[in-house]
């Protein structure tokens, strides 16, 4: 098509040369917004998203993915007593056992630079990732979206100024058939769905 136009109009220009001519190599890289730049790292990592407006969005999502898995009637382990009141009604029962068929909890932050969800002791416990089940339902809200781990560390720290949580640690790994390097010893992979909420 860009060749009948070139052919046709004289004037014509590429929208290469126009981008070219509009901005200097020495001009800096214009940045995505930290939403989208953590959608597509989560995404690329192989997450799965879910962004809902509203709690009934929320609770729809929620039972989708039960749904989708056949998770009704399941051990779930949450150890966070607010959201077990929230998702209660779907016939799940709600334990501490690294067994059980998912993990329900909340998170610290969204990492937007590399699409990674924080986590620290207030979410997990004293609990090592691969002590987990392989399968997580993370709720999080946009407000929680930070640049990089440092943010969300800060964050962290001035969330809790009497006592710092333990056990700080992010998930990044979603694909639980992706290919590992070396980069990637000792991580654990999680098949992992994050119902976000906005709320800002």
Not at 51 to 62: M, P, V
Not at 89 to 100: A, C, E, P, R, T
Not at 121 to 142: D, G, M, R
Not at 170 to 178: G, S
Request: glycine share 4%; aromatic share 12%.
């Amino acid at each position: 098509m860009s060749l009948f136009k070139r052919l046709l109009n004289p004037n014509y220009k590429s929208e290469e040369k126009l981008k070219s001519s509009d901005t200097s190599k020495y001009f800096p890289e214009e940045k995505l917004p930290i939403d989208e730049r953590f959608t597509y790292h989560f995404n690329r990592n192989g997450g799965k998203f879910l962004y809902c407006e509203n709690w009934e969005e929320i609770i729809e999502s929620f039972d989708n993915i039960l749904l989708e898995n056949d998770w009704y009637e399941r051990d779930v382990l949450c150890l966070d007593d607010n959201l077990r009141s929230r998702f209660d009604g779907f016939n799940l029962n709600f334990n501490n056992q690294s067994s059980s068929t998912f993990f329900l909890s909340a998170c610290e932050s969204l990492v937007s630079n590399n699409g990674s969800i924080l986590l620290c002791s207030n979410q997990v416990k004293e609990k090592k990732l691969h002590e987990l089940p392989s399968n997580f339902v993370i709720f999080a809200t946009t407000s929680q979206l930070v640049e990089n781990i440092s943010e969300g560390l800060r964050k962290i720290k001035s969330k809790n100024k009497s006592h710092i949580p333990s056990n700080i640690t992010t998930i990044q790994d979603f694909e639980t058939n992706k290919e590992k390097d070396f980069m990637s010893y000792g991580s654990s992979t999680k098949n992992l769905y994050l119902l976000l909420l906005e709320d800002l």
